[in-house]
């Protein structure tokens, strides 16, 4: 993943606008990278960029099948 740098590290609401910018910013968005930086808010170009390689890299994992989904135990009590 990114590095341990505090700038690299992503918290829940950045996450949140990043996943919104890139439904808003799509391929043909001119200056794509650059809106999506804008809309998150403190990351440069670079680190959305790189944050969208590990996204598509993870998605990848899953896809194929890597990455087993978690067993949850009931406990009876569902709410």
Known sequence: MAS???SSSWTPKQ???FERALA???K????????I?????G????QVKRHYEI???DLKHIESGNIPF??????????
């Open 43 to 46: 990351k440069s170009v670079e």
């Open 4 to 6: 341990n740098s505090i």
């Open 28 to 35: 043909e968005t001119p200056d794509r990278w650059q809106n």
């Open 15 to 17: 996450n949140k606008l």
């Open 55 to 57: 996204l598509v890299e």
């Open 24 to 26: 808003v910013y799509d």
């Open 70 to 79: 978690p067993y949850y135990r009931s406990n009876g009590n569902n709410r």
């Open 37 to 41: 930086a804008r809309a998150v808010g």
